[in-house]
Structures are given as structure tokens and as C-alpha cells.
């Protein structure tokens, strides 16, 4: 309890300071006696994407230890399966056909390919999760060519949007939204703590599980469906943000152990906070030009992949 109250106090930290960070300097006690312009700013421009960043943060990083649970492999993230090039391809159809619902054609995307990947490694009784791993890496390969069409065949004007959201990015959205999102976000998550026992049983084998009482393919469909939909209405509204998923379930893990009871928990909290960091920084490295939070995460997450592939592959000569 005592790491995940420093967890917490990170995260809480974060929340704090920032949305006081940013190209224009502002006063907290001038946003909250409504003097303009630091009230618009800090209501309407940056709380409400600190927010949308702690909430996506903390989505993808509890989605990256069900997956790693599931598969058995610290390797797995919310975009190993596919899922995520999935609502991109409905994204970027969105945007070529001239739907607003962008959002809504994401959803849809990453719902497909979830069923599909479901279907393929759905094995009688059993979930394949190799043939889950394999399933994923080739939507991936699928979504990537389609995404590549669509883009050579959209206008100029398109051709820009699209790039833009495939780099991933935060922006400021309505409280409704955010309200939505949240409610999303927290309940999916409240469910996959409340099964942490089970998942440590899961990360041992679907036998070992299964000898212990737990209903190993039942469990690991309910941890595909929540984390997809987690990566599913994360990347509806902030574009593919990739290696969240990576980087702070692996980093905890070396720190607290395989411990889902505290790993998990520890994720939501530090996963948030981790996003919240990557987008401030995206927003003062270049300021007043942001860099999209994608490619931060993206600059921090794959060095980070490469040494831990470089530690699997001397462990496994060793």
C-alpha cells in the first residue's frame, strides 16, 4: 500500500502543476477569480486536456499488463493485437468520406478487428494466445496497407489530417466528453483490478489458472474485450499513442514485482502521470509549436524497446 500511495502522490503532483505549465505564463488564483485570459486558459484550454492525458494514460498503461498477463510476454501492448490500427483505419475512412464522427468511425474500426482476432484465436473451450499474438501482428500489417491507400488517395487537405492524427495527439475537449470518456475509462479499469488474483494466475499458464479454480479462457476473453475497448475509445479521441503500454507496466514491474494486486493499481496511477508528463513536454519543448504527444511517447518508448529486447535476447543465451 505504501508504493501505491506514492503512486498516487506522483499522479497527484502532476494533476497539480500541469496545467500551470504552458507557453503563456498563468496564475491559478487569477484562472479561479475568472480574470481573463487566465480563466479560458486554464479551464477551457488546459485542464480539460491534462485530464484527457491522465485518463488515456492511465487506460493504456492497465491495458498493457493484461496484455503482458494474457500472453505472457512483457513485449505485449494495447497495439500488439491490433486493435488500435483498427480504429485508425475507421478514423481515417471518417476523415476521407467526410464523416465528423470520427470518433464514433474509430470505435467502429476497433470493434471489427476485435471481433476478428477473437474469432481466429477462439479455439473451442480455449483462447489461442499465440494464435491471438499472430491474429493482431497481421491486422496490423492489414490496417497499415489500408491506412496507406487511403492516404494516397485523399486530398491535399485530407492528406494533412490524416497525418496529423496518426502521430497522435491531445487536444482540449468538451466536459461532456470528457465526462463520457472518464466513465469509460474508470469502469473498465475498476473491473480489471478487481480481477488482479486472477490475473496472476493467468501470467503463470492457462493450466496452472485452471487448477486453481479460475476459468482461464473466460478470463482471458474479459481481459482482450476490456483492454480493447480501453485502446478502442483512447485512440477514438486522441489518435494511436503507442508504447504507454511498454514502458510503465515493465518499469513497475522491475520495481514492485509480478504482483498484479499492486501492479495494476500502480499502472493506472503511474500511466496517467506518465502520459500528463509526455504531454506537457509536448506542448513547452518547441513552444509556441507542440509536438504531438505520439511522437514523444513514440522517442521515449523505443530506445526502451530495444534494450528490452537486447535483455531478453542475452537472458535467453545465458
Known amino acids: 500500500m505504501r508504493k501505491v500511495f506514492w503512486c498516487a502522490i506522483t499522479l497527484l503532483v502532476v494533476s497539480l502543476l500541469a496545467p500551470l ?51 505472457r510476454d512483457p513485449l505485449a501492448e494495447p497495439y500488439t493485437l491490433g486493435v488500435s490500427s483498427g480504429a485508425s483505419v475507421g478514423a481515417v475512412l471518417a476523415v476521407c468520406l ?16 476485435m471481433v476478428v482476432v477473437l474469432g481466429m484465436a477462439n479455439e ?8 491471438l499474438l499472430l491474429t493482431g501482428v497481421t491486422m496490423n500489417s492489414l490496417c497499415f496497407a489500408i491506412i496507406l491507400f ?11 489530417a490524416i497525418s496529423r492524427w496518426l502521430m497522435g495527439g491531445l487536444d482540449a475537449v468538451e466536459y461532456s466528453t470528457l465526462a463520457w470518456f472518464a466513465v469509460v475509462i474508470l469502469a473498465v479499469c475498476a473491473v480489471v483490478i478487481g480481477y488482479a488474483p486472477a490475473w ?19 478470463i482471458t476473453v474479459l481481459g482482450f474485450l476490456a483492454g480493447s475497448v480501453l485502446t478502442a475509445v483512447v485512440t477514438s479521441l486522441c489518435g494511436p499513442i503507442g508504447f504507454v503500454g511498454l514502458i510503465v507496466p515493465h518499469a513497475l514491474r522491475l520495481w514492485l514485482g509480478a504482483d498484479h494486486r499492486v501492479l495494476l493499481p500502480c499502472s493506472f496511477l503511474l500511466g496517467a502521470a506518465f502520459l500528463g508528463v509526455c504531454d506537457t513536454l509536448s ?4 513552444s509556441p509549436v507542440e509536438i504531438p504527444v505520439g511522437v514523444v511517447t513514440a522517442m521515449c518508448g523505443a530506445p526502451f524497446f530495444l534494450w528490452l529486447l537486447r535483455t531478453r535476447r542475452r537472458s535467453a543465451w545465458q
Do not use: C
Not at 506542448?283 to 518547441?286: A, F, G, N, Q
Open 21 to 71: 505549465i504552458g507557453s503563456a505564463h498563468i496564475s491559478l488564483q487569477s484562472a479561479i477569480a475568472g480574470v481573463s485570459p487566465d480563466h479560458e486558459i486554464f479551464f477551457y484550454a488546459r485542464l480539460p486536456r491534462v485530464l484527457l492525458s491522465l485518463l488515456a494514460g492511465a487506460a493504456l498503461a492497465v491495458t498493457g499488463v493484461v496484455f503482458q498477463a494474457i500472453l
Open 98 to 113: 467526410g464523416f465528423r464522427a470520427t470518433s464514433l468511425a474509430a470505435l467502429v474500426g476497433a470493434v471489427a478487428v
Open 124 to 131: 473451442g473451450r480455449r483462447m489461442s494466445s499465440f494464435t
Open 150 to 160: 487511403l492516404h494516397s488517395v485523399a486530398s491535399f487537405a485530407q492528406s494533412f
Open 200 to 218: 496472476n494466475l493467468i501470467s503463470l499458464g492457462e493450466e496452472w489458472a485452471s487448477s486453481r479454480g479460475v476459468k482461464a479462457g473466460a
Open 283 to 286: 506542448r513547452v519543448v518547441l
